[in-house]
């Protein structure tokens, strides 16, 4: 028997190459296309977050120059603005110049002096009246929008001269040492009356020595005498508490009056008595005593 000879088949192509080929560039271009749409989709992002990024600068930027705007607004110089105020026409017993120095030395002591928020106007406040104990009523005042303070302050009237034993001090209307004669320049232009104390008195600056109703008694009865054209030699505090002892010139005797009772109505008296000796012919030889109302003796 003859075997058929198996006819072998040449080499073909395979027909499945451009069909996976096909497939394989498929889905390359399957996975392409998404990359390529994730690339444009991630654009419209980055721009957000950079404009959100850039109005954060802007915010932090218009946040801190106002904060620097406000920061200075606060700020406050060391050279405030002095202004002492007094009765009338009178002049303050120091310089202006002198209370400036002063309040620029206090407002520079301390760095919380040179802000709005941290200024102590009522630490400053007394320490300017301690220095100056002539001043009342010290104010320290802040500009709402400026950076220069103003201390505000009234100047008390001097009232009289009092030469004690420590030296000679100048006597505010409220009865306070105001300020050592020795210490103020100019001194010898003020008129005021002097008074002489023999009572010892413990005169320190800034307290008071005498009552109120003391010097204004002792500034009518010197404005009585100075009515009559009667010239004062001396008034003096003797150690007797209350009394008051004015001597006049060309009279041998001096009168006494006394702090407690109403200093028109005592020299009234007083007047009235010395007329009368005077049309009497009688001259007292050592004193006139005013010191009770209505009633008048003299020696």
């Known amino acids: 028997m003859r075997r058929e000879k198996v006819q072998q088949a040449g080499r073909q192509p395979r027909i499945t190459t451009t069909a996976r080929q096909d497939f394989y560039s498929y889905h390359a271009n399957r996975q392409t296309a998404p990359q390529n749409t994730t690339a444009r989709q991630s654009s419209p992002v980055q721009s957000t977050s950079s404009r959100w990024t850039g109005q954060r600068l802007l915010t932090l930027s218009i946040v801190l120059i106002v904060g620097l705007c406000l920061g200075y607004t606060?700020?406050?110089?060391?050279?405030?603005?002095?202004?002492?105020?007094?009765?009338?026409?009178?002049?303050?017993?120091?310089?202006?110049?002198?209370?400036?120095?002063?309040?620029?030395?206090?407002?520079?002591?301390?760095?919380?002096?040179?802000?709005?928020?941290?200024?102590?106007?009522?630490?400053?406040?007394?320490?300017?009246?301690?220095?100056?104990?002539?001043?009342?009523?010290?104010?320290?005042?802040?500009?709402?929008?400026?950076?220069?303070?103003?201390?505000?302050?009234?100047?008390?009237?001097?009232?009289?001269?009092?030469?004690?034993?420590?030296?000679?001090?100048?006597?505010?209307?409220?009865?306070?040492?105001?300020?050592?004669?020795?210490?103020?320049?100019?001194?010898?232009?003020?008129?005021?009356?002097?008074?002489?104390?023999?009572?010892?008195?413990?005169?320190?600056?800034?307290?008071?020595?005498?009552?109120?109703?003391d010097v204004a008694y002792i500034t009518t009865i010197t404005k009585q005498f100075a009515a009559q054209k009667t010239v004062i030699d001396s008034i003096t505090l003797p150690a007797l508490a209350s009394e008051l002892h004015v001597r006049v010139a060309g009279q041998p005797y001096f009168i006494k009056f006394s702090l407690l009772t109403d200093a028109r109505v005592t020299y009234g008296q007083y007047a009235a008595l010395k007329k009368k000796l005077e049309a009497d012919g009688v001259a007292p030889k050592e004193y006139i005593d005013s010191r009770v109302e209505e009633r008048v003796y003299y020696r």
């Open 74 to 213: 606060t700020t406050l110089t060391t050279n405030p603005k002095v202004v002492v105020a007094t009765a009338g026409q009178a002049d303050t017993l120091r310089p202006v110049t002198t209370y400036q120095q002063k309040a620029e030395e206090l407002f520079s002591e301390s760095i919380l002096s040179r802000t709005k928020m941290t200024i102590d106007t009522a630490k400053l406040s007394q320490e300017v009246q301690t220095a100056f104990p002539e001043l009342t009523n010290v104010q320290i005042t802040l500009p709402l929008m400026g950076h220069r303070p103003t201390v505000q302050a009234i100047g008390e009237t001097p009232s009289a001269l009092l030469a004690a034993r420590s030296g000679v001090y100048v006597l505010g209307e409220s009865g306070r040492a105001l300020v050592k004669v020795s210490d103020i320049k100019g001194a010898g232009g003020l008129d005021l009356p002097t008074i002489r104390d023999e009572a010892d008195l413990d005169v320190k600056v800034g307290q008071a020595i005498l009552t109120k109703q």
